[in-house]
Nanobody, 131 residues
């Protein structure tokens, strides 16, 4: 089975930057799956942050309005790794950040913003932004 491991979280001052990583391991076709980042803070539902589509259909990137222009999602297929570069961080960005992958085929549009679109999830990495 495919497994995902996130790393790179930590404590950052408001206005600072941080990059989190998600590495794939286990059986599977590495480097081409649709991948996404979600985040969850206490008392709130898990929300979409960013996604990158299947490599064989173009690998387009998508962002939530709250992070557009500040966060950048990228993929290094050779290393089976996706990255989320987070700049101009705000206290409201504080959350556990989860990496997710879609490893099975589907029909129709890629619903990148939906938690139900992804079948494999990482354990999460904590980001805390101080004010």
């Amino acid at each position: 089975q495919v497994q995902l491991v996130e790393s790179g979280g930590g404590l950052v001052q408001a206005g600072g930057s941080l990059r989190v990583s998600c590495v794939q391991s286990g059986r599977g076709m590495f480097g081409g799956y649709a991948m996404a980042w979600f985040r969850q803070s206490p008392g709130k539902a898990r929300e979409f942050v960013a996604a990158i589509g299947f490599r064989w259909t173009g690998g387009n990137t998508y962002y939530a309005d709250s992070v557009k222009g500040r966060f950048t999602n990228s993929r290094d297929s050779a290393k089976s790794t996706v990255y989320l570069q987070m700049n101009s961080l705000r206290p409201e960005d504080t959350a556990v950040y989860y990496c997710a992958a879609r490893t099975t085929p589907f029909r129709g549009a890629y619903l990148y913003y939906s938690r139900d679109e992804y079948d494999v999830w990482g354990q999460g990495t904590q980001l805390t932004v101080s004010s």
